[in-house]
């Protein structure tokens, strides 16, 4: 084979690696893009199961006076709902933040008091999904969330930008609080490096 083959070679063998590396990328994105949109659509799936199981349970108390013991309450249980008319936001607490449930919904901070109970609740949410409008809200929105027990409203009155390890946002109150916390920068790619915290108490 002469220098001229050679070449000609090396051309069709770069060609050809090229070719099948656009395939394979091709592949990966639908499987990425497919994966994302089937996530999402189980996700508005579960929230309308959501809202049944908390039905359900609001039901039972009022007919039986049973509720869910707070003792005995499992990563993924429904605790309550979420809403920020404002936004539009409306999603169902669970309780727990592993990944499987923060993808399902928003995730009560293990450690911090049951949501509508007096002193602050956490709440997480990911930044990408139930949580993104959060960047728009304001001081003075109204959250409402609702539990076996009815609708408590609560009026956002600060906003903050903290390090992952810092829980001075989550700091106990006397009445009913709550604090929103999310990943930040929102447009962040990647482990995003703070955390945006939204605080609101009761009215």
Not at 8 to 36: N, P
Not at 66 to 84: K, N, Q, Y
Not at 128 to 142: A, P, V, Y
């Amino acid at each position: 084979m002469n220098a001229e083959d050679e070449n000609k070679y090396d051309q069709h063998r770069v060609i050809w690696r090229l070719r099948w590396t656009q395939r394979v990328l091709l592949v990966l994105g639908c499987l990425a893009v497919t994966y994302a949109a089937f996530t999402l659509i189980y996700a508005q799936i579960y929230q309308q199961a959501a809202d049944n199981s908390l039905n359900e349970q609001s039901r039972a108390e009022k007919t039986y006076g049973v509720s869910l013991p707070h003792a005995v309450a499992r990563e993924g249980d429904v605790l309550g709902r979420i809403e920020i008319p404002r936004l539009g936001v409306a999603v169902a607490v669970l309780e727990g933040t592993k990944s499987r449930t923060l993808r399902l919904g928003a995730g009560h901070i293990e450690g911090t008091p049951f949501p509508g109970e007096p002193g602050t609740s956490g709440i997480a949410g990911h930044r990408d999904t139930f949580f993104r409008r959060l960047k728009d809200i304001r001081s003075g929105d109204e959250i409402r969330l609702q539990t076996t027990k009815g609708i408590t409203y609560y009026e956002v009155d600060w906003i903050q930008i903290v390090a992952p390890r810092d829980t001075s946002v989550l700091s106990s109150t006397a009445k009913s609080a709550i604090t929103l916390v999310t990943c930040y920068p929102f447009r962040y790619i990647g482990s995003a490096p703070e955390r945006y915290a939204v605080h609101a108490h009761q009215r």
